[in-house]
């Protein structure tokens, strides 16, 4: 089953912090790798897309990486902000539009 | 490019009503999704189009959903007797692998509470 597991749930960090998302797929065969900042009650935003030769891509303070044979990507995020606040999803992309498979999202909160 | 806009950003309708939600993708983009978010959890994908054609539909769009993209452009979503399980954000997404490199570029969301 075409899978996005996502770790953890829920962040919360103080503002300046450094952390690091998680995400693990089982989707094949597999396509691409996204990560999406949403903000509450907001449509998500693209951060990074990888696709399967790619070992890392920097977004500003955001880097993302990915090892294709372990199906294990994280987002890493420097000096936190105050308005990083927001869920961060995980997507993975298979064969087709349908194969485009979101994790449930961790949560992030920064605190001052 | 003004992105993908969504409209109406809000319904609240009673069950039992129809409700139809407009998705405008960014111009020239061929390619738009339609995904349901409920809270806590990530979008889930109902359908795709490709300019008009509808290529692929969800198991978990029902037969009281219907979406059309009439003219390539903008596309209607519809839901006919709505239940309360179908309230939720629904997403529109567009992109253009030739324009956008294949990045999915997402609207606001329509919310949708069936009271």
């Known amino acids: 089953k075409n899978q996005v597991e996502q770790s953890p749930q829920s962040l919360i960090i103080l503002e300046g912090k450094n952390c690091t998302l998680q995400c693990n797929y089982t989707v094949s065969p597999f396509s691409n790798l996204r990560w999406y900042k949403q903000d509450t009650g907001r449509g998500p935003v693209s951060l990074t897309i990888?696709?399967?030769?790619?070992n890392t891509k920097s977004n500003g303070r955001y880097t993302a990486t990915l090892d294709a044979d372990t199906k294990q990507s994280s987002l890493h995020i420097t000096a936190s902000q105050l308005s990083d606040s927001a869920s961060y999803i995980c997507?993975?992309?298979?064969?087709?539009?349908?194969?485009?498979?979101f994790g449930s999202g961790t949560r992030l909160s920064i605190r001052p | 490019d003004t992105g993908v806009s969504q409209d109406p950003r809000h319904k609240i309708t009673k069950r039992g009503q129809n409700v139809t939600f407009r998705c405008d993708p960014i111009s020239e983009h061929n390619r738009l999704y339609w995904y349901r978010q409920t809270l806590g959890q990530g979008p889930e994908f109902l359908t795709y189009?490709?300019?008009?054609?509808?290529?692929?539909k969800s198991r978990l769009l029902s037969d009281r959903f219907s979406a059309e993209r009439p003219k390539g452009s903008f596309s209607t979503l519809e839901i006919q007797r709505t239940e309360q399980g179908d309230s939720a954000m629904y997403l529109c997404?567009?992109?253009?692998?030739?324009?956008?490199?294949?990045?999915?570029?997402f609207g606001e969301g329509s919310w949708l509470t069936v009271v």
């Open positions: 189009f490709q300019n008009e054609a509808q290529l692929e």
């Open positions: 997507v993975v992309r298979g064969s087709s539009a349908s194969k485009i498979i």
């Open positions: 990888m696709t399967f030769s790619e």
């Open positions: 997404a567009s992109s253009s692998p030739d324009r956008s490199g294949n990045t999915i570029y």
